[in-house]
């Protein structure tokens, strides 16, 4: 089975420091996408950055950033200088190249405090 | 582009009755997928499509349930009869090629007393 676990069902940071959240993933395929998905209190769920397994360099989107581990089959978001506007559920997804089921963890809020 | 577009934002009805949602995907994408999204379950892949063809179904419930997309352009999501259980908020996806990003719509959210 492909699981996605996200340990940590709330985050806090303080606005403009930085926040690890942490995602982990259970897969025997080595062919994948990973995301981060952001779903404010609006519901929209937006996309904050992908992953392809094959590229060894983690990838970067402005403030935001990714610690991918392969091996360990982890895949942890950084978000720097954190802003009111991060607060927000992150979901982390897993989705393998040879089907179409893209697999999301539980979700982490994450609350930023002025 | 407008992004994934679904109707309406909100939906209450009462057990029993019919319930449609609608979704219009981006444009030129050829894949388009229904979400379901609970407090207990999280998000839940319900039916995908590729190029208006129904391709898995498995994460359907139950027969209550069905989904068709009549054209490029448009998809609906049809519980009848409704039931309290089925009150979640229900997303709609559409993605350009059988890889990469997954763009998701606002999402419908159904109450059902």
């Known amino acids: 089975a492909q699981t996605v676990t996200q340990s940590q069902p709330e985050m806090s940071v303080q606005e403009a420091e930085t926040v690890t959240l942490s995602c982990t993933y259970d897969?025997?395929?080595?062919?994948?996408?990973l995301f981060w998905y952001k779903q404010p209190p609006s519901r929209q769920m937006i996309l904050v950055i992908r992953q392809e397994a094959y590229k060894q360099q983690n990838a970067t989107e402005n403030r935001f950033s990714v610690n991918f581990q392969k091996a360990a089959k982890s895949f942890s978001l950084k978000i720097s200088d954190s802003q009111l506007g991060d607060a927000a559920m992150y979901f982390c997804?897993?989705?393998?190249?040879?089907?179409?089921?893209?697999?999301f963890g539980a979700g982490t809020r994450l609350t930023v405090k002025p | 582009d407008a992004g994934v577009i679904q109707s309406p934002r909100h939906e209450v009805t009462e057990m029993g009755q019919e319930v449609t949602l609608r979704c219009k995907p981006i444009?030129?994408?050829?894949?388009l997928f229904w979400y379901r999204q609970t407090m207990m379950r999280g998000l839940e892949l319900l039916i995908y499509f590729n190029n208006n063809v129904p391709i898995d179904d498995s994460g359907m419930p139950e027969d209550r349930f069905s989904a068709k997309m009549p054209n490029a352009s448009f998809s609906t999501l049809k519980i009848q009869p409704s039931e309290p259980r089925d009150s979640a908020v229900y997303f709609c996806?559409?993605?350009?090629?059988?890889?990469?990003?997954?763009?998701f719509g606002p999402g419908t959210r159904l109450t059902v007393t």
């Open positions: 997804a897993y989705f393998p190249y040879n089907n179409n089921d893209m697999r």
């Open positions: 996806a559409s993605r350009r090629s059988r890889v990469g990003e997954q763009y």
């Open positions: 897969t025997s395929e080595s062919d994948y996408y």
């Open positions: 444009s030129g994408h050829d894949y």
